[in-house]
């Protein structure tokens, strides 16, 4: 008997385990029945309670994250983007462990407000914010707005009634390598003021005088696996603020290295260094300032998707298997409330929940219910060879851009977003049923 003959017997036992721990929530556990526990509460609970499909947030995930990062970067101020999830609770639990909040849409303001954040705590981006935008920031006393374009400086400064603290978004033309849709650090895309420009930039807005310049942000993009593109984009932000020293006469004291470190959807997935980058990057912007006779500035960083995206859990029930070229195993949920497969080609794990199964795996395809062809939540995993309608499917590391993504393709509601811990759930973010979806269509 090989090794190959043996693997798939053992396979049923080990499923009483989570394969790879680190790809949920810590303390998510498997009980006696196969079914997956987050947060203290089992999947099939959840479901049978909310529907499928549902979001799962783990609070103490997302706790432990800022935490995590107040701890790799002390008198850092650590941002929460909140582009990657914001409910009243998300904003309240990143707040209460110290986090500061970053919004880019009037709609995030008002939850941001809403959720008791206090104005000062929260910076508002956007390449093109609108003048509702604008309006409500300003309304909400936000501590900065980063401009992002000297278009935007005149707009701005119209519609300041006292004097708003802004910082400036540079393109450090630093190419982190993800995906090419989320590449935000490269001359050719549409965020930020190149270097070459940055000082017409900060002279238009030094002209102002309720415009208080106080620094310089960059975002090199959005699952940067390399802290060594931190460093870099460290460096040339800081001969970037030297330079808006020399040529301008203004000696800055922020800096803001923006967010996206990476997190890991599978196994095949490395561990970003957390304390490999916050070491790097404080080493680097030490070592730069001292050597352009450059007084440290005030260090800020914008995590969103690390922040969430392990707290996420989501639950889909099986509705169809069907054999062809491969098995498709088809769910009720896809790519409306999950676009990254379709947007980034981004891999999932999954898992069969709620019962054990003793049948060896087979790869398939996990397949949602919209029409499209594309609409493909997992291309080949494994699944125990008994999968059927009826079934529960989770799929981890969903907290991130997932339920901010969500849409009604197909007039198909988004998912309740529901919070685990403890052994309690609760529901944040009710589904959206079928008279939400009548009650938008006003035309006769
Ligand atoms: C300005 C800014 N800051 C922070 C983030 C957060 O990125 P991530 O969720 O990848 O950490 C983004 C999104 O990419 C962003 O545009
Ligand atoms: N929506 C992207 C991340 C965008 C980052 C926002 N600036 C994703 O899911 O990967």
């Known amino acids: 008997m090989t090794l190959a003959d043996i693997v798939p017997?053992?396979?049923?036992?080990?499923?009483g385990r989570l394969d790879d721990p680190g790809l949920w929530p810590t303390g998510t556990t498997i009980d006696a029945h196969g079914d997956l526990v987050l947060g203290?509460?089992?999947?099939?609970?959840l479901a049978a309670r909310f529907g499928t499909p549902v979001d799962v947030l783990d609070e103490a995930q997302v706790r432990a994250a800022c935490r995590a990062y107040r701890d790799a970067l002390p008198g850092a101020e650590i941002s929460y983007a909140s582009k990657a999830l914001l409910t009243r609770a998300v904003a309240r639990w990143v707040t209460e462990e110290g986090c500061a909040l970053d919004v880019c849409s009037a709609g995030e303001v008002a939850v941001a407000v809403r959720a008791g954040v206090p104005g000062e705590r929260i910076t508002l981006?956007?390449?093109?914010?609108?003048?509702?935008?604008?309006?409500?920031?300003?309304?909400?006393?936000?501590?900065?707005?980063?401009?992002?374009?000297?278009?935007?400086?005149e707009q701005l400064a119209a519609l300041v009634p006292g004097r708003q603290q802004v910082l400036i978004r540079v393109t450090p033309e630093v190419d982190a390598h993800t995906h090419t849709s989320i590449t935000t650090g490269v001359a050719d895309q549409k965020f930020g003021v190149l270097p070459s420009m940055l000082a017409d930039v900060v002279r238009a807005v030094a002209a102002r005088p309720n415009l208080a310049l106080a620094g310089l942000h960059c975002h090199i993009g959005s699952q940067v696996r390399r802290p060594s593109d931190y460093e870099t984009a460290a460096r040339r932000m800081v001969a970037l603020l030297a330079a808006v020293r020399d040529e301008c006469g203004m000696t800055l004291g922020q800096l803001n290295l923006g967010g996206g470190q990476a997190v890991r959807y599978v196994t095949d997935d490395p561990e970003f260094d957390l304390a490999g980058y916050a070491r790097r990057v404080t080493v680097a912007i030490a070592y730069e300032c001292d050597r352009l006779r450059f007084p440290l500035p005030h260090l800020g960083i914008e995590p969103g998707r690390s922040i969430v995206a392990r707290a996420g859990t989501t639950l889909y029930r099986v509705v169809s298997v069907k054999h062809g070229v491969r098995t498709f195993v088809a769910v009720d949920g896809g790519m409306s409330d999950n676009p990254r497969p379709a947007l980034y080609g981004a891999p999932y794990t999954v898992r069969l929940v709620g019962r054990r199964s003793r049948t060896p795996d087979r790869r398939v395809a996990v397949v949602g219910r919209h029409c499209e062809a594309g609409d493909v939540l997992a291309g080949d995993v494994p699944l125990?060879?008994?999968?059927?309608?009826?079934?529960?499917?989770?799929?981890?590391?969903?907290?991130?851009?997932?339920?901010?993504?969500?849409?009604?393709?197909?007039?198909?509601?988004?998912?309740?977003?529901v919070a685990v811990g403890g052994g309690h759930a609760n529901l944040l973010v009710r589904g959206e049923t079928e008279d939400d979806l009548l009650a938008r269509d006003v035309g006769a």
């Open 9 to 15: 017997t053992l396979r049923p036992a080990l499923r």
């Open 40 to 45: 203290g509460v089992r999947a099939t609970e």
């Open 125 to 153: 981006h956007g390449n093109a914010k609108t003048p509702d935008d604008l309006k409500a920031a300003l309304r909400a006393g936000v501590g900065r707005i980063v401009i992002d374009s000297a278009g935007e400086i």
């Open 384 to 417: 125990p060879g008994d999968v059927h309608p009826g079934d529960l499917l989770a799929v981890a590391c969903t907290g991130a851009y997932h339920h901010s993504m969500a849409s009604s393709y197909n007039l198909v509601g988004r998912p309740p977003l």
